[in-house]
């Protein structure tokens, strides 16, 4: 049966269970989703029962929407919904989504804007047609947030027919050849860095991470030119765990030479993705490096990206099914977890994991329904990966800055935008708050800012106390005074200048280069300034040299080789890493629900993959493996 073959019968079953009264225009697939089109949404939605009635008949997820005939034009639309909302709501935004028929309006009052029992909700919907969907006004707006829903609205035509696409695509149906499950390593095994594997089926083909390796000029793509992976129109899907570049820096690329099917990742990875990707284009380009694609393919990643909250699932390819679950790590990262065939296999991609409650993130999820074989990270699985608990950590930096503050010298901490410095930020926060530390200025640069921004748009993604302390108190840590923006290379200069003490946070986080780069070289040679560390310095990386406190310090700036004097305090502040230590990967492992039967082990140096992959072994009885890159590993 051809996919119009499944959509002619689809639409026939629709209309024989909808009552005649009630009009439908189209049935279409959009991803995994079957869409019905009506001119009389208003009658459907009286129709309470009639989704579920569809969805149990038909055996999919269904999606109604309003047929593009009968929706207001924008412009009036926007009219009529301010006059319908009252003022004191405080309509903040209102952006039109025409691909899925549905208006959002920010309001800094959302529960006026609803109105009594979603009263004003449905006149909206009476009057217009769009669906509408009411939000918190996000207390400081990132331009990453408003560029993509900017870019979405524009390319709403051709997001539609990539939707199309890809569900016409995903109903092709099962073959009835022999059944295998296989997993190919590409990249990022023995190793941190260009994380990149293929999961293959004998019915499809799909990609979890594209990573790029920054600190390895020679070898930082993963092993992309294997029939495994080419040509990649033949890949049903990509699935990104999380937005650091060394697990999604290279998916434009793929974009670039010939990929054109979804990229499967949460709202907030997206719009992280995105920031990072277009950073890492602009910090190659000032180093003269050679950039492997364009912005134009990094918005292509955007109309192509398929998101998914915590907990959904839905169907990727005829034979696969993934769910998203929370990972702990940084915002919006997840472990995916791919249901294959019906019932089976099932495998978990743990991307990277810290099973502990952080500052910011709820504890990695450990618990499925069911899970055969495990991907694990072991960036900290080596015998004394042992971290000091967040507590420490908190006391630890705490020191070194009241130290630093009665030297009167300048406090650097080099940090990846996204994670790490929301982090450091609720610790300085909490300490100047508590008059733990004197109140000193606390500069954020490079990006650090516009991540924060994207933070405070998904607040649901962050642990409960945060999640309580900005809703129910109305007290968001990340919008603390002290903190200040760096806004250009002239405010730089002068904070660089400046004789009063202060604390940086600069980017990038292993000091391969971005604005960090600058205060560093200007303050190294100083005893009473300090540089402080507090994520992994991978093999390599500048950042691995000076915490390693070589002397003087070669550093490439704009194509010459420049040498620093080192004399700063050099500190590293464990406890802080968004990775599981040994403890907690062991306890991950030794918690997990149900246990799987296999583990593979990657993302870490060989001698950690192999230690943690033997001491699991011999503790757990799992049949273990740390594969090396190229290699290939069949499950079913
Ligand atoms: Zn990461
Ligand atoms: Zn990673």
Redesign the pocket.
């Known amino acids: 049966m051809t996919v119009d073959d499944v959509l002619r019968e689809a639409h026939a079953k629709v209309r024989r269970i909808v009552p005649a009264s009630i009009d439908i225009s189209d049935v279409e697939f959009e991803g995994a989703l079957l869409v019905v089109y009506t001119k009389t949404p208003d009658k459907f939605a009286k129709n309470k029962d009639l989704v579920r009635t569809l969805a149990k008949t038909l055996q999919k997820r269904i999606a109604v929407r309003p047929d593009p005939s009968v929706l207001t034009d924008p412009d009036v639309a926007e009219k009529k919904i301010r006059k319908i909302i009252p003022s004191e709501a405080e309509i903040s935004n209102i952006f039109f989504a025409p691909d899925v028929g549905e208006v959002t309006i920010e309001a800094l009052k959302p529960g006026v804007a609803i109105g009594k029992e979603g009263s004003l909700l449905n006149e909206i919907k009476r009057s217009i047609n769009w669906a509408p969907r009411i939000i918190r006004a996000p207390p400081i707006q990132s331009k990453t947030v408003r560029d993509i829903r900017e870019l979405l609205r524009q390319e709403s035509e051709q997001r539609k027919e990539i939707l199309r696409r890809v569900g016409r695509r995903l109903h092709r149906g099962m073959s009835d050849g022999e059944k295998f499950v296989r997993v190919t390593a590409l990249g990022?095994f023995r190793q941190?860095g260009r994380?990149c594997s293929i999961l293959q089926t004998d019915d499809s083909k799909v990609m979890i991470d594209c990573?790029v390796d920054t600190s390895n000029d020679s070898a930082s793509s993963p092993y992309l030119h294997l029939p495994e992976a080419l040509p990649f129109e033949k890949l049903d899907a990509i699935i990104v765990t999380h937005a650091?570049l060394?697990?999604c820096g290279l998916v434009p690329m793929l974009f670039r030479y010939g990929y054109d099917g979804p990229v499967y990742c949460t709202p907030p990875t997206r719009d992280m993705m995105t920031l990072l990707q277009m950073d890492y284009l602009k910090v190659a380009a000032a180093d003269a490096k050679k950039i492997p694609y364009s912005s134009e393919d990094v918005r292509n990643v955007i109309t192509h990206c398929i998101t998914l909250p915590y907990g959904e699932t839905t169907d990727i390819t005829p034979d696969i099914r993934l769910t998203l679950h929370n990972a702990g790590h940084i915002l919006g990262s997840s472990i995916c977890h791919l249901h294959i065939g019906e019932g089976l296999y099932n495998i978990a991609f743990s991307?990277?994991i810290k099973y502990e409650r952080t500052w910011l993130f709820n504890p990695a999820v450990n618990s499925f329904p069911r899970l055969e074989a495990l991907v694990v990270?072991s960036?900290y699985g080596g015998r004394d990966d042992y971290q000091p608990s967040r507590k420490d950590a908190t006391e630890h930096l705490k020191e070194i800055i009241r130290v630093a503050m009665k030297k009167k010298g300048k406090v650097l901490v080099p940090v990846f935008a996204v994670g790490r410095s929301q982090e450091v930020m609720i610790v300085l926060e909490s300490l100047v708050r508590n008059r733990e530390i004197p109140p000193v200025s606390v500069y954020l640069d490079g990006m650090i800012w516009e991540a924060t921004a994207i933070h405070t748009a998904y607040p649901e993604y962050l642990n409960n106390k945060l999640r309580s302390q900005i809703f129910q108190q109305g007290e968001n840590p990340l919008l603390s005074e002290i903190f200040k923006r760096v806004d250009g290379p002239d405010m730089r200069e002068k904070i660089i200048n400046d004789p009063d003490p202060c604390v940086v946070l600069a980017t990038s986080g292993m000091m391969s280069g971005g604005p960090v780069m600058e205060y560093f070289k200007n303050w190294a040679k100083e005893d009473q300034n300090t540089i402080v560390f507090v994520g992994y310095q991978a093999e390599g990386t500048t950042g691995r040299k000076v915490q390693r406190e070589s002397r003087s310090i070669s550093l490439m700036s704009a194509g010459e080789v420049v040498n620093i004097d080192l004399n700063m305090n050099v500190e590293t502040v464990d406890g802080f890493s968004g990775h599981s230590d040994r403890r907690q990967l062991l306890s991950f492992i030794n918690n997990m629900h149900p246990r799987p039967s296999r583990i593979l082990f990657g993302?870490g140096e060989e001698s950690k993959c192999l230690d943690i992959a033997t001491t699991v072994h011999r503790r757990y009885n799992i049949n273990t493996m740390a594969p090396m890159n190229l290699e290939t590993i069949r499950f079913v």
């Open positions: 990022g941190v994380s990573g650091h060394d697990h991307g990277d990270e960036t993302h």
